[in-house]
Nanobody
Framework: QVQLVESGGGLAQPGGALTLSCAASGFSFTTRNYHLRWYRQRPGKEREFIAFIMTKGSNPYYVDDVKGRFTISRDDAKNTLYLQMNSLQPEDTARYYC?????????YGPGTQVTVSS
């Protein structure tokens, strides 16, 4: 059974940094080319896609809002997806979710809350 569990959220000051993790189980990053994504849902808004990476190959993709500030990466040995977030701003306050498409099904974790405030 595919499971995704995010961690690493919390309170950060404007200009600060956080690193989110997403531990994946029920599938292995090394066996096939899976699509992995980070989404976020800001207060009062719909969930939005922010970053993408494949388990095979490089060239991650970012939306303009986070490009140059956030970095998506993965550790195949730990079967874990990461989101390094730098230069955080109050508008980055959101619940962050990781996503994997496995056997043509979308899976999400429960999310981790990030609050950026002074």
């Amino acid at each position: 059974q595919v499971q995704l569990v995010e961690s690493g959220g919390g309170l950060a000051q404007p200009g600060g940094a956080l690193t989110l993790s997403c531990a994946a189980s029920g599938f292995s990053f090394t066996t096939r080319n899976y699509h992995l994504r980070w989404y976020r849902q800001r207060p009062g808004k719909e969930r939005e896609f922010i970053a993408f990476i494949m388990t095979k190959g490089s060239n991650p993709y970012y939306v303009d809002d986070v490009k140059g500030r956030f970095t998506i990466s993965r550790d195949d040995a730990k079967n874990t997806l990461y989101l390094q977030m730098n230069s955080l701003q109050p508008e980055d306050t959101a619940r962050y979710y990781c996503n994997a498409v496995v056997n043509e099904r979308d899976y999400y974790g429960p999310g981790t809350q990030v609050t950026v405030s002074s």
